[in-house]
């Protein structure tokens, strides 16, 4: 039985950029849940910058990962978790607050990123299980078995079409920078 984790948007937007949704959820044989407000907020992902440096919008789809059953979009469909919605859209947007409820309330693991909704997570849900999306990246690449040249472009497809940049404190930011400076991926 799969594993299943909620997903916020930027996550969702992350693990889109890899262009490897599918067979990350079949590796870790997990199931992401989202909110239906998180999942509205899944618009666009990014192209390298051409020669100009611009870079172009693509429309982004969470179809491939619904259709193999690696995404579930779920509503705020009972009183515990309309609850704690409630409480934690008093400190988060609403996407934010409404995958904090679904992951607290349902008792899941929360892949998110973002500093604040993670310290609510954590002050509403003391005992949650946070994940950030270098972790699940590096963990699907080992159990994926992916050589080197993979592995990079991983990490080029997330940081150009997920705009991703490692928060402050993400304990394997070192690990991606080195990433992406073996694959010749400019960051700042």
């Known amino acids: 039985m799969a594993r299943r984790t909620v997903v916020d948007a930027c996550c969702t937007l992350n693990l889109l950029a890899t262009g490897r949704e599918v067979a990350i959820a079949n590796a870790l044989d997990v199931e992401f849940v989202t909110s239906d407000l998180a999942h509205a907020e899944v618009l666009y992902l990014h192209s390298p910058p051409d020669e100009e440096g611009v870079r172009q919008k693509k429309r982004a789809s969470t179809a491939p990962l619904r259709d193999a059953g690696r995404l579930t979009v779920r509503p705020l469909d009972t009183?515990?978790?309309?609850?704690?919605?409630?409480?934690?859209?008093?400190?988060?947007?609403?996407?934010?607050?409404?995958?904090?409820?679904?992951?607290?309330?349902?008792?899941?693991?929360?892949?998110?990123?973002?500093?604040?909704?993670?310290?609510?997570?954590?002050?509403?849900?003391?005992?949650?299980?946070?994940?950030?999306?270098?972790?699940?990246?590096?963990?699907?690449?080992?159990?994926?078995?992916?050589?080197?040249?993979?592995?990079?472009?991983?990490?080029?497809?997330l940081r150009w079409r997920g705009n991703f940049a490692p928060p402050k404190r993400e304990p394997l930011a070192t690990w991606y920078l080195d990433l992406l400076r073996r694959g010749?991926?400019?960051?700042?």
Not at 102 to 131: C, H, N, Q, S, Y
């Open 79 to 157: 009183g515990a978790l309309v609850d704690a919605f409630v409480a934690c859209s008093a400190r988060l947007r609403d996407a934010d607050a409404s995958c904090v409820a679904l992951a607290g309330v349902l008792g899941l693991p929360l892949l998110t990123d973002d500093a604040k909704e993670r310290k609510v997570a954590l002050a509403e849900f003391p005992k949650i299980e946070l994940v950030s999306t270098l972790e699940l990246i590096r963990d699907a690449i080992s159990a994926m078995g992916l050589p080197e040249p993979e592995v990079l472009r991983i990490a080029h497809d």
């Open 184 to 188: 010749g991926v400019p960051f700042p």
